[in-house]
Structures are given as C-alpha cells and as structure tokens.
C-alpha cells in the first residue's frame, strides 16, 4: 500500500533553515495537489502551503515570504523550503497529496506520519 513519506525535520536555531521532502513510499501513476500542513503542541493542524500539479501556490499569512513549496513531477516529490525560521514554527509537519495510484482508480487523500521541526531560541 502506497504511503507518504517525510524527511528533514529536525533541530534548527532561530533564524536557521531546513527542507522537508516528501514522496509516495512506491510507484503511482501521477501526483495531484500536493501539500504541507503542521500542529504544533495543543493546536490544531493548520495548513502551511499547497501547490497544484502545474505549481501554483497558497500559503499560510504566517510563513509567506519565509517558505517556499515546490515540487518535481517526475518524482511526485513535494518540497518545503523553510528559512528564517522562528520558534513559533516549531510543530509536527505533515504532507498531504492527492495520488492516483493507478490508471484504473480515481485520485484519493494521503498524509505522511509527520516529521518533527524544533526551532529554539
């Protein structure tokens, strides 16, 4: 079975950078929206950014001009660029993307488990 799986989390400073990369575990026939969300302790998940299969791109007020989403088609990996980052983003990341896993079955909903960015002061 097809899963999501997320890599790149980890400790950072305040004012530092990381990159969260996130790719189906297997083959699929083609990636749709894909996209970053995160909860932080408490609170509920919220989205981070979204980017369309021909890349355009929403984010979050509170990460734009900071963080940057991308994604390479071929590999139906999206990326998130993550710079001048503050403790306030420190949370749980999680990728979500719509996968047609074959010709033959409709696109559906995938979330990776989530991978862990600690931004200290």
């Known amino acids: 079975q097809v899963q999501l799986v997320e890599s790149g989390g980890g400790l950072v400073q305040a004012g530092g950078s990381l990159t969260l990369s996130c790719a189906p575990s297997?083959?699929?026939?083609?990636?749709?929206?894909m996209g970053w969300y995160r909860q932080a302790p408490g609170k509920q998940r919220e989205l981070v950014a979204r980017i369309t299969r021909g890349s355009s791109t929403n984010y979050a007020e509170s990460v734009k001009g900071r963080f940057t989403i991308s994604r390479d088609n071929a590999k139906n990996t999206v990326y998130l660029q993550m710079n001048s980052l503050k403790p306030e983003d420190t949370a749980d990341y999680y990728c979500n993307a719509d996968l047609k896993v074959d010709i033959l079955r409709p696109s559906r909903d995938y979330w990776g488990k989530g991978t862990l960015v600690t931004v200290s002061s």
């Open positions: 297997g083959r699929i026939f083609r990636s749709e929206n």
